[in-house]
């Protein structure tokens, strides 16, 4: 088997006295999509945020987080994103007062070139509106213009949270079409509460439950099994559903038998 | 008709004098989230700077070139000033806010004691050009030339920030950053580079208004930063935090209010109304009149 793009080791994440992630430990395969699953409060986007190096100030982080040989967890954000990390957050998190062509311009990097190419030929969308202000577009084509600012750059591996969050289930399959066009070249770490689109995308998956992985392996098998499935995420069917919520799962034991 | 236009304009150069001041510390808050007590300084350093220079920095004077050479060196010390708070003081204690209060109360405090432990607490003339002593004939009204002065120079500053923050790469960042500063991080650019600039600025424009509000007031005094940034911070928080336009309209509204009360009323009474102002403002619209959006 080839070298893991990511390897993330025994990590420990502790927010505001709760001990969110309590020893997570898995790889993401240097092709493909590996996705993140568990129920709401689990940990999952502590666990990309931890790995981008956006944990608070006021949070603990222990564990290895490697990219290649390289560890990630002493290196600050803005470099570990020049270095080939490239993160889409939960929200989107587009700069609602700038245009879409400045939120673009925004990622653009000294001495490379930016492929706008590539991203307008994945969102035309994108350019035909560039002089809209990003606030007034609709949750689809701010997604669009989160992954787009992301792929102007050549990156390493993408980390993207929850892309098809409160999207038209049209648009979501628009959505899940360009990840997957996108995973073709780049490996993706994705959290996703969309079995649909895990099914569609997935190669491999991460369970987490109550801040630890429950269950690791091929996704397309987890997905198959029922009751696997219905136990870990709360769902018994892959279509159109997504995990039930476990506020209270974050700081509490990891669930038994899964 | 003549007393409105005075004040009108009399209000509109206090009004610039509290943007120069308020201008920075709006940029330095809705970027950095720091509350710069120490703000005041910058201006107390840039008007001591100046008046130092206009007497001893070879080529600078009280009048014609000479004075604004002695402006800008002026400019020059405020703006290291900044930086150098920024850099060595407020880097090491970003996301900490009670430290960031104590340190920059702690460092105001000290440094108006320096300026009076070195030049004494009462307020010194100012050496000013001629011209800006005396006045100008607008509509009937003798409107000194200070604060036309003032007037001019918080318009062009205005007009340069905002030509900073749409036209060049470090303003799309802090305009960005003002809105989501975490994820201008997640794009791989660092932010404390931002940081730095800001303070920069917001060091440079309160220096400039040291120098060109002592020449309004005609003395300058270890004080004067102090009192200013009290009502610099009104002008922040009914603008809005971070937006810079947002200041320019609150220090107008401020600056027009005390000057029309003052003068209609008791004198003071503009000051209370000022405070009512913020209490307003804060009811009907705590993000301020501009929001957070730093160009609006």
New interface residues.
């Given amino acids: 088997m080839s070298e893991p793009v990511l390897t993330v080791e025994d990590l420990s994440v502790r927010i505001a006295g709760l001990h969110i992630l309590q020893g997570v430990s898995f790889t993401v395969a240097p092709t493909g999509v590996t996705v993140l699953l568990g129920r709401n409060g689990v940990g999952k986007t502590t666990t990309l945020r931890a790995v981008?190096g956006?944990t608070?100030?006021?949070g603990e982080v222990r564990g290895t987080v490697r990219m290649g040989a390289r560890s990630l967890l002493s290196q600050?954000?803005?470099r570990l994103?020049?270095d080939g990390l490239g993160?889409v957050?939960e929200d989107r998190?587009v700069?609602?007062?700038?245009t879409v062509a400045?939120?673009l311009?925004?990622?653009e990097?000294r001495g490379t070139t930016a492929a706008y190419d590539r991203v307008f030929a994945l969102f035309p969308e994108l350019d035909r509106r560039s002089r809209q202000r990003a606030g007034s577009l609709s949750g689809g084509q701010q997604q669009m213009l989160a992954i787009g600012?992301v792929l102007l750059?050549d990156n390493r591996l993408l980390l993207v949270d929850e892309p098809t969050k409160g999207l038209a289930p049209k648009v979501v399959t628009e959505v899940a079409e360009v990840l997957e066009r996108v995973a073709e070249s780049v490996p993706v770490l994705l959290v996703e509460q969309n079995l649909a689109v895990v099914r569609r995308l997935a190669r491999d998956a991460v369970v987490l439950a109550a801040g630890r992985v429950a269950w690791a392996g091929d996704a397309q098998e987890l997905l198959l099994e029922t009751a696997l499935t219905r136990s870990l995420l709360g769902v018994g069917s892959v279509e159109g559903h997504q995990p039930a919520s476990q506020p209270a799962a974050a700081a509490s034991a990891p669930e038994d038998g899964n | 008709m003549d007393a409105i236009i005075l004040l009108t304009l009399t209000g509109l150069g206090l009004a610039a004098l509290y943007f120069l001041v308020a201008s920075g510390l709006s940029l330095v808050f809705g970027l950095a989230d720091v509350l710069n007590f120490a703000h005041g300084l910058f201006l107390g350093v840039g008007a001591y700077a100046t008046w130092w220079a206009a007497g001893n920095l070879p080529g600078a004077g009280p009048d014609g070139l000479g004075f604004v050479v002695a402006v800008a060196f002026g400019v020059a010390a405020g703006t290291l000033m900044a930086v150098l708070v920024e850099l060595v003081l407020i880097r090491p204690l970003y996301s900490r806010t009670i430290e960031q209060v104590l340190v920059t109360v702690g460092l105001s405090l000290a440094g108006v004691a320096l300026l009076q432990a070195t030049w004494g607490a009462d307020a010194r003339p100012f050496p000013r050009p001629a011209w800006t002593r005396e006045v100008t004939s607008i509509f009937g009204a003798q409107v000194p030339n200070g604060g036309l002065l003032l007037i001019v120079a918080a318009a062009l500053v205005l007009g340069a920030i905002l030509a900073f923050l749409r036209w060049t790469r470090y303003g799309l960042i802090i305009r960005a950053g003002v809105e989501n500063r975490e994820m201008v991080t997640a794009l791989g650019i660092d932010v404390r580079k931002a940081f730095t600039l800001v303070f920069a600025i917001g060091g440079a424009a309160a220096a400039l208004a040291g120098a060109l509000g002592s020449v309004y007031f005609g003395t300058v005094s270890p004080q004067q930063g102090g009192s200013l940034l009290i009502f610099a911070f009104i002008v922040v928080v009914i603008g809005g935090m971070g937006s810079v336009v947002g200041s320019a309209y609150a220090a107008v509204a401020v600056g027009l209010l005390q000057q029309f009360v003052n003068y209609y009323g008791t004198s003071g009474l503009g000051d209370i109304c000022v405070v009512a102002l913020l209490a307003v403002v804060l009811l009907l619209r705590p993000q301020g009149i501009a929001g957070k959006a730093v160009t609006a």
């Fill in positions: 981008v956006l608070p100030r006021s600050r954000t803005h994103v020049r993160y957050p998190c700069f609602a007062g700038l400045e939120n311009r925004l990622a990097r600012r750059n």
